[in-house]
């Protein structure tokens, strides 16, 4: 494959799927989406070229986003305290007029979640099966179906409280 | 709320753009690249400007000094002093139209492609240029009868800033095609 093709590809995806990267990295993250979204970047475009379409586009994206999520924030974490690399201005900023304050509740309970629970999480709301969530995250159905439950009630529990609370 | 209200929470926001173009830093961004590129070709003319002035200037007094009354050093000094004369004109032209230019992002970039396109334009003319001043340093070597070892200097000296001039103007080249698909991409969004 040329460099060509490789970037026609990104582009193509990136074009088509940028919204699934921007979930994962709202949910990872709540301030530094821009380095995250370079990594993230950089890991699809070094995956491209094992990309065998056994898997659907997205479903590949999603696994490669979340795992270079999950390495970032415990890389994150312990360099914690430590100033930013550089300054470069990015072009990309949130959408704060389109957020939703449900939908931005939702990214906060979901990133005060482990890692993994994170990842799960994601995954689950956008719908995807035991088996696939296995697959992408590395971890086995059952615990996968663990996971889904707890989160489940934890997710309607903290719901609960946040409309009695009348901040809707 | 059930699970399921949660789940069309997360879903309505597929509807919406979840970000959107940082616009002061995209201005900010084209600023800088304007810059650069009006730093580029200010350098390209006072450069030319000054080499010409200077090289015309040594030939004059060469001439004048060894009473050679070679013809062909003043045509020589002649076409550098109108290149000089071009230059200016041109530049005079370019900065003189860059009011045309609104201080938007459009704007400012199209003056950056404007500034671009010149400077290209002026590096290929100043490029072939060469040909001409080539020719009459022959002609001159010629008269005063060292033809060999002059005409070879001159070849190779001449060819040699072709050379670097067209490799050169490659960068500018590139450069001007960054800023035309920035434009395409942002009237594509737009």
Same mark, same amino acid.
Request: charge should be positive; hydrophobic fraction near 45%; charged fraction near 25%.
């Given at each position: #494959?040329?460099?060509?093709?490789?970037?026609?590809?990104?582009?193509?995806?990136?074009?088509?799927?940028?919204?699934?990267?921007?979930?994962?990295?709202?949910?990872?993250?709540?301030?530094?989406?821009?380095?995250?979204?370079?990594?993230?970047?950089?890991?699809?475009?070094?995956?491209?070229?094992?990309?065998?379409?056994?898997?659907?586009?997205?479903?590949?994206?999603?696994?490669?986003?979340?795992?270079?999520?999950?390495?970032?924030?415990?890389?994150?974490?312990?360099?914690?305290?430590?100033?930013?690399?550089?300054?470069?201005?990015?072009?990309?900023?949130?959408?704060?007029?389109?957020?939703?304050?449900?939908?931005?509740?939702?990214?906060?309970?979901?990133?005060?979640?482990?890692?993994?629970?994170?990842?799960?999480?994601?995954?689950?709301?956008?719908?995807?099966?035991?088996?696939? #969530?296995?697959? #992408?995250?590395?971890?086995?159905?059952?615990?996968?179906?663990?996971?889904?439950?707890?989160?489940?009630?934890?997710?309607?529990?903290?719901?609960?409280?946040?409309?009695?609370?009348?901040?809707? | 709320?059930?699970?399921?209200?949660?789940?069309?929470?997360?879903?309505?926001?597929?509807?919406?753009?979840?970000?959107?173009?940082?616009?002061?830093?995209?201005?900010?961004?084209?600023?800088?690249?304007?810059?650069?590129?009006?730093?580029?070709?200010?350098?390209?003319?006072?450069?030319?400007?000054?080499?010409?002035?200077?090289?015309?200037?040594?030939?004059?007094?060469?001439?004048?000094?060894?009473?050679?009354?070679?013809?062909?050093?003043?045509?020589?000094?002649?076409?550098?002093?109108?290149?000089?004369?071009?230059?200016?004109?041109?530049?005079?032209?370019?900065?003189?139209?860059?009011?045309?230019?609104?201080?938007?992002?459009?704007?400012?970039?199209?003056?950056?492609?404007?500034?671009?396109?010149?400077?290209?334009?002026?590096?290929?003319?100043?490029?072939?240029?060469?040909?001409?001043?080539?020719?009459?340093?022959?002609?001159?070597?010629?008269?005063?009868?060292?033809?060999?070892?002059?005409?070879?200097?001159?070849?190779?000296?001449?060819?040699?800033?072709?050379?670097?001039?067209?490799?050169?103007?490659?960068?500018?080249?590139?450069?001007?095609?960054?800023?035309?698909?920035?434009?395409?991409?942002?009237?594509?969004?737009?």
């Amino acid at each position: #494959m040329t460099e060509k093709e490789q970037l026609e590809i990104l582009e193509e995806w990136l074009m088509l799927h940028k919204g699934l990267i921007f979930k994962v990295i709202r949910a990872y993250t709540p301030a530094d989406h821009d380095d995250l979204f370079q990594e993230i970047i950089i890991q699809v475009w070094h995956s491209i070229p094992t990309f065998r379409q056994e898997a659907s586009v997205t479903t590949w994206l999603y696994r490669i986003a979340l795992n270079t999520a999950i390495k970032w924030t415990k890389k994150e974490k312990k360099h914690a305290g430590a100033g930013p690399l550089d300054n470069i201005q990015h072009l990309l900023q949130e959408n704060k007029t389109a957020m939703d304050e449900r939908l931005a509740w939702l990214y906060d309970e979901i990133y005060k979640l482990d890692e993994i629970d994170r990842s799960v999480t994601l995954l689950l709301l956008e719908g995807y099966s035991y088996k696939e #969530m296995s697959a #992408m995250l590395g971890i086995s159905e059952s615990n996968v179906g663990v996971k889904i439950n707890r989160i489940k009630k934890l997710l309607i529990a903290k719901s609960k409280k946040y409309d009695n609370h009348g901040i809707r | 709320m059930e699970f399921d209200e949660i789940k069309k929470i997360w879903d309505a926001q597929n509807n919406q753009p979840l970000y959107v173009l940082d616009e002061q830093a995209l201005h900010h961004r084209i600023q800088s690249k304007k810059k650069g590129v009006l730093r580029y070709a200010n350098i390209s003319e006072w450069g030319l400007i000054i080499v010409n002035l200077f090289a015309a200037g040594v030939l004059i007094s060469l001439n004048a000094f060894t009473h050679a009354a070679n013809v062909f050093m003043y045509i020589e000094a002649a076409w550098m002093f109108a290149t000089v004369v071009y230059v200016a004109a041109h530049r005079s032209r370019r900065v003189s139209s860059s009011r045309r230019f609104d201080r938007s992002i459009h704007g400012d970039l199209d003056h950056a492609i404007s500034v671009a396109t010149y400077h290209v334009r002026l590096a290929r003319i100043m490029n072939w240029n060469l040909l001409p001043l080539g020719a009459i340093m022959i002609f001159s070597g010629w008269e005063a009868g060292k033809l060999l070892k002059v005409a070879a200097v001159i070849l190779v000296s001449y060819a040699l800033a072709f050379y670097v001039g067209i490799k050169g103007n490659r960068v500018n080249v590139r450069r001007r095609r960054e800023l035309q698909v920035l434009k395409e991409k942002l009237e594509a969004g737009a």
